[in-house]
């Protein structure tokens, strides 16, 4: 029998990750993954203690121990010739190694792991468990007195994750793995977090070669779930899906570009969503010049960049740590820290700022004493024509920039821009106003700072019209009116 994982699978093997998140797509080979994942290290490890989850008990024996590639099926070589045991819930094999199969529908079922000493923690479908049920297993993960043969030693302790996007789950998974950093970068999280090494490893439909071959109509299958969302999630495994998303066609796959070092000569500009008490978001933009393809690196696709595109590089966030929290800096400081972030001989032909900042209290405004640091800073008001100072216009210049036409977008976010790959995908529609985008009462301080930005350099207005979002200000003070008219109070 043939025990070989295909490429994609294969980086889970050779990565020096030890918390790995692995997935997106339906049918990227996921949960097969997790299942050679098992054997590999059991057969090699003696003594080893595998664990491995799915919410519920159906859930776990349809997937993992019926039909081809299950359980029975790869281990059936080992058990004909006695190296390994399949027992009720447990998989022995004959060097003391152990995979132990395991559901936690309700919470309280933790409870039954707390004695565990778990050497691979591998979970299967991670969105259909709680953070609280994930946190509490991450917890019982550890090497205790395990010998472990020296060419096995960096791949334990390891937890292993396979998910699709959606799900009870998807927020705070999405939060844990894919916010964390770009996908397939390994990067260290805090001592609260576990301390171990993260990574996301995105598979799609196409990295798993046995189905695609063997049932070539699954994709459509795929294709027929109906809404637009679900399908981006489960056939592009497109984390950024949520149900009222006010950007909908806002994609890591899309928009998402690596850093690069842009020519000197591109339009560069700064745009600063002002706060105190909520946190303060400064963006640094680039105007791309010409056509630009952006050569594959790093698990980054080759991108292409045309002419005019806007290309948001870095970011300053002044955030106080938790959602909507700010920093409560003085304009002084957050100006220094500007001039800090700019190394030298990068020019900034001119930075916008949103016009509350040049609201006077007692004293200078915010504006003017970030003014003595930093020049060239200007009102966002005057950028805008007098139709389009409003929600509306913001949220359709963003809108009609992130929209791929001809198949290219014409706005960029780099992967270090992490507030905003953190916040911008996250924001719900208005739902009582959903022409006017975003909800105000969410985290949306990024978002008005880019859309600041982009509404310095507008798109052609017909382009808006052909997408049918034209805004007709005239007809809308006649409607309000008509409705003033016909009211009795
Ligand atoms: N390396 C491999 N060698 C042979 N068969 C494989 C391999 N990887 C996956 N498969 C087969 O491809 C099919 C789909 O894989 P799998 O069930 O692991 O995908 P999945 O990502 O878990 O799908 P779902 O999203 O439906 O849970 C299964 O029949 C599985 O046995
Ligand atoms: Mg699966």
Redesign the pocket.
């Known amino acids: 029998m043939d025990l070989?994982?295909?490429p994609k699978?294969y980086q889970v093997l050779t990565s020096p990750a030890n918390e790995i998140l692995y997935?997106g797509a339906?049918?990227?080979?996921?949960?097969?993954?997790l299942r050679?994942v098992s054997i590999v290290l059991c057969y090699n490890i003696p003594g080893l203690q595998v664990y491995l989850f799915r919410r519920t008990y159906p859930d776990l024996m349809a997937?993992h121990m019926n039909?081809?590639?299950s359980f029975p099926e790869l281990l059936a070589p080992f058990i004909e010739d006695g190296r390994a045991k399949m027992k009720e819930g447990e998989i022995a094999f004959a060097n003391g190694s152990k995979v132990h199969l395991c559901h936690c529908q309700h919470e309280k079922d933790v409870l039954k792991y707390q004695g565990a000493e778990i050497h691979v923690l591998l979970i299967d479908?991670l969105t259909h468990f709680t953070d609280y049920i994930y946190r509490f297993l991450r917890n019982r993960v550890r090497l205790g007195g395990l010998k472990v043969p020296s060419e096995w030693v960096s791949k334990v302790p390891l937890i292993l994750n396979?998910s699709?996007p959606g799900g009870v789950g998807h927020q705070w998974v999405k939060a844990t793995f894919i916010n964390h950093a770009p996908p397939h970068e390994c990067k260290q999280t805090t001592d609260e977090e576990g301390g171990m090494l993260r990574q996301y490893i995105p598979?799609r439909l196409d990295d798993?070669p046995?189905?695609t071959s063997n049932d070539p109509n699954y994709i459509k299958r795929l294709q027929g779930l109906g809404s637009e969302a679900l399908v981006r999630a489960m056939r592009d495994g497109d984390w950024d899906i949520v149900a009222g998303a006010a950007f909908e066609k806002l994609s890591r796959d899309k928009h998402m570009i690596r850093p690069f070092v842009m020519p000197e000569w591109w339009t560069r500009f700064t745009s600063l969503d002002w706060g105190t008490a909520k946190p303060y978001s400064v963006g640094w933009y680039a105007i791309c010049d010409e056509d630009v393809v952006l050569k594959a690196r790093e698990g980054y696709p080759e991108k292409i960049l045309p002419k005019g595109s806007i290309i948001r590089y870095k970011e300053l966030y002044g955030w106080g740590g938790s959602a909507d929290k700010g920093t409560r800096e003085e304009a002084r400081e957050v100006a220094a820290k500007i001039h800090a972030m700019e190394t030298d001989g990068e020019r900034i032909d001119y930075r916008i700022a949103d016009s509350a900042m040049w609201a006077q209290h007692d004293g200078p405004s915010a504006a003017e004493n970030m003014m003595d640091e930093l020049a060239r800073l200007r009102n966002k008001t005057p950028f805008m024509e007098k139709s389009r100072k409003d929600r509306i216009a913001n949220y359709l210049e963003f809108r009609n920039r992130i929209a791929a036409k001809d198949g290219f977008a014409a706005f960029f976010v780099t992967s270090n821009c992490e507030h905003f790959w953190r916040t911008v995908p996250e924001l719900q529609l208005d739902t009582r106003q959903p022409e006017k985008g975003p909800d105000t009462a969410q985290e949306d301080h990024v978002y008005d700072e880019v859309s600041y930005a982009l509404v310095s350099r507008p798109q052609v207005w017909t382009e808006l019209a052909r997408d049918g979002y034209e805004y007709d200000e005239a007809q809308a003070k006649a409607k309000k009116a008509d409705r003033k008219s016909q009211s009795r109070y």
């Open positions: 070989s994982l295909h699978q997935g339906a049918g990227g080979g996921k949960s097969y993954l050679l997937n039909g081809s590639g479908e396979a699709n598979a798993n046995t189905l």
